[in-house]
């Protein structure tokens, strides 16, 4: 395993053990708002208080660990890119010492299959680039369609007996990031066909 390969694996644990922190304090937050609830009821206000200081701490905390795990989800996509672009450059690698022992002997026929060959791993390379890149930006970017996010906060707020605020809509993004779908597609199964 290489260094690259070291980096990517330490990289995707520490994002996995970041999101696991992050559901722990999840959890920690709905327990001090349990706790808050019960305290309020029995009209307990210094420690009413003290539980909705805990649960706003826990609810940061979740929020904090979320985005670091975003973010190392990000690097991990880059560093994927780097291993794949070294393994892609060791192919070319290969075809171009093809093409050396071909042009030495001066084959027609064999010089013409080794530069199909070389086309052929370009345009995959040219592919695999494509797709890294496009996972990198939509993994540091929003590509969520706005009107899915504002159905399921209505929806999720109807069900809790809950008006959402404007400032909410104003806060999200508008704008989608990212190619469309149907490209999208496209370098999907171009890549699967690589890969097969």
Known sequence: MSGLEKALFN???TAKQLNRQAAKAR???QTEK?????AVQQNHGDIAKIYAQNAIRKQNEHLNLLRLASRIDAVSSRVQTAVTMRQVTGSMANVVKGMDSAMKSMDLE???AVMDK???QFEDLDVATGYYENATSSAT???TPQEDVDRL???VADEAGVELNQEMADATPSTKIGPTEQKEDELGERLRKLRA
């Open 11 to 13: 990289l995707k644990f």
């Open 27 to 29: 959890k920690d937050e």
């Open 34 to 38: 349990g706790k808050l609830k019960k």
């Open 110 to 112: 064999k010089i013409s």
């Open 118 to 120: 070389f086309e052929g």
């Open 141 to 143: 970017a929003t590509g």
């Open 153 to 155: 906060m209505n929806q």
